[in-house]
């Protein structure tokens, strides 16, 4: 059976803009799936310290209690992203970038070893044969802008793990006018239509 994570990141959970879109793509693509949703507004990753990355790089011999529980609470988000054949992610622009929790989420995912791997040509990322879809949601209008900081950083990130076959769906100007809203959201949705198909 095939695997779909949903990581929704909205700070309003599913009433999010982004957390709709991508619960609507799920609904369309979905059948007998087995669905992971992780939304980061109910259950948020904590910030990686010191103490935390310490244990992310201790060897498993060396390892303190605490820092088992720090390494299995990473290999829990990790192991979900190992059974994803498909990731949905809902992303809300927040003050210029991606909602800090997300990058909390990054920041434990990315293991060297476990993740990605360093090789004399470079890192390599482990977390191949898996497609991702991303439904952004701004107030403003960025796309294909270099003021768009989220869509080559979150390309950067998920192709560093291996990640490499993802698909950006926008919904912005929500903050411009009703108008605008009403068009870009229905944009939105038509353009999430015409990804389905390409799931079979
Ligand atoms: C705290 C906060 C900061 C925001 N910052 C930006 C921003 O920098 N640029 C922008 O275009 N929209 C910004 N917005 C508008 C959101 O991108 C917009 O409301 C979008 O729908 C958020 O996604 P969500 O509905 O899934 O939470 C911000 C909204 C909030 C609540």
Redesign the pocket.
């Known amino acids: 059976m095939k695997t779909i994570l949903q990581l929704n990141t ?3 959970s599913d009433n ?4 709709r879109l991508a619960n609507q793509f799920v609904a369309a693509i979905r059948s007998d799936e087995k669905l992971i949703v992780r939304d980061l507004a109910r259950d948020p990753v904590p910030h990686l310290d010191a103490e935390r990355f310490g244990a992310f790089v201790a060897t498993p011999e060396a390892r303190t209690l605490k820092q088992d529980a720090f390494v299995a609470y990473s290999d829990g988000l990790i192991d979900e992203l190992k059974q994803a054949d498909v990731i949905v992610l ?1 992303l ?5 970038g991606v909602p800090s929790t997300l990058k909390a989420y990054f920041d434990h995912v990315a293991r060297a070893g476990v993740t990605f791997r360093y090789t004399d040509k470079g890192p390599v990322g482990l977390l191949t044969g898996k497609k991702a879809y991303v439904f952004a ?4 209008l ?1 796309a294909g802008t270099a003021r768009d900081t989220q869509t080559a950083y979150v390309r950067e990130f998920l192709a560093f793990v291996g990640i490499t076959d993802v698909e950006f769906v926008y919904a912005e100007g ?2 411009i006018s009703d108008a605008s809203k009403a068009a870009s959201l229905a944009k939105a949705r038509a353009s999430l239509r015409n990804l389905v198909p390409a799931l079979a």
């Open positions: 909205s700070i309003h999010g803009q982004s957390s809902g809300p622009m927040y003050n210029f949601a701004r107030g403003g960025y929500l903050a």
